[in-house]
Structure formats: C-alpha cells, structure tokens
T-cell receptor, first 113, second 114 residues
C-alpha cells in the first residue's frame, strides 16, 4: 500500500518570510514524489518532482522540496513567500510498482501581506 | 500551460438529467484520469484509462461511466444526475509510468445538481 500525508490543513505565513508545507509518505520501494499547486477555480499545476539523486529538488516559481529518506518526508519550501503563493498545495506519490498516483489531502497556504 | 481542456466549466442541472462532461488533450498522452474534488478537499480518483479501449474504476466508487474511443478524448457520463453528484470534476493526463507520471490537469468542471 502507498499513502501520502499532509499533516497541516492550513499554513499561514507573512509575506517575505520563508514557508514550509509538510508532506510525509509511505510507499514500498523507491518513491516518486510530486508537489502540485491549485489556485481557486483552477486545476492542479505541477511544481516539482523527486525521482532519484539529489535530495534537494528545485521547481517552478522559486519552490524547492527536500527529500528525506530517514524521515520519509518531502517538505515543500520557499525562501521568501509572496501573496500570490496563496493557494492549495497537494503532495503526491507513487512507487515503481504502482500505476496510480496517491494524493495527499492538501494544505491551504495563506500568505499575509 | 497544459493542453488539456474540459467543457463545460460550470454546469447547473436538475435531478434526473443525463450529463456528459468532456475532456480532451492534445499531448498524445496514453493515460487519462477523472478525479472528484469537493471544495477545498482532497482528490478522489474515480476513473482512469491506460489507453484506447481501456477504462478502470478508481479508488472512490462513482455512479458515472467513462469511455476512451480516441486517445485524446475521455468523456465522463452521469445517466441520472442527483444532488449528491454536486462537486468539482478534474480531468488529467500523463505520459506513462513511474517517473514519467507527471499529471497535467484541466481547469475542471464544477457541477451543481439541484
């Protein structure tokens, strides 16, 4: 079985401060992990993914994520938050043996001006 | 911007009506998906397809049906809409397996059944 957890329903951060959106995973085998963002009344947009190799993955809009195998985590980060980053963020994952991606429950990021 | 389209974007319809939600992609992707998403909540996979003439039910049971006659087209049909079907429906596609399985999403159809 595979699962992805996002422990925070909502994260509030002041504009200009660093932000972190948390994700933990449970998959058998080597994990493939993704982050997607969803703006209001839109579909999801791909931000970044981890396949293998470098634990720090850089993605769109200045976001990055750190893969930590010992903690089974894949937290999304950005050094300086923008008000326009306010959106829903979804972590997703699968292992090589699975053909379907599993999505987390989503975290609402609110960046306060 | 992903080349995946959904129509209509918004639909308000009465109970008992038959509806079809359209989804098309121009990227030549083999895999396509339908998700149901309630406002501000997680995505539930309701249908997916590996390619033409392939359809599978997802993790969440749904009264809807799908077809995949052409690679680019993956419509979802509700034979008799009910208020419990009110939700946002997201269509997605992807290239293939494993590391290639980045999904590209359409803008969604927000369905309201009165």
């Amino acid at each position: 079985a595979q699962s992805v957890a996002q422990p925070e329903d909502q994260v509030n951060v002041a504009e200009g401060n660093p932000l972190t959106v948390k994700c933990t995973y449970s998959v058998s085998g080597n994990p493939y992990l993704f982050w997607y963002v969803q703006y209001p009344n839109r579909g999801l947009q791909f931000l970044l993914k981890y396949i293998t190799g470098d634990n720090l993955v850089k993605g769109s809009y200045g976001f990055e994520a750190e893969f930590n195998k010992s903690q089974t985590s894949f937290h999304l980060k950005k050094p300086s938050a923008l008000v326009s980053d306010s959106a829903m963020y979804f972590c997703a994952g699968l292992s090589g043996g699975y053909q379907k991606v599993t999505f987390g429950t989503g975290t609402k990021l609110q960046v306060i001006p | 911007e992903a080349d995946i389209y959904q129509t209509p974007r918004y639909l308000v319809i009465g109970t008992g009506k038959k509806i079809t939600l359209e989804c098309s992609q121009t990227m030549g992707h083999d895999k396509m998906y339908w998700y149901q998403q309630d406002p501000g909540m997680e995505l539930h996979l309701i249908h997916y397809s590996y390619g033409v003439n392939s359809t599978e039910k997802g993790d969440l049971s749904s009264e809807s049906t799908v077809s995949r006659i052409r690679t680019e087209h993956f419509p979802l049909t509700l034979e008799s809409a009910r208020p419990s079907h009110t939700s946002q429906y997201l269509c997605a596609s992807s290239v293939g397996w494993g590391a290639k399985d980045t999904q590209y999403f359409g803008p969604g159809t927000r369905l309201t059944v009165l």
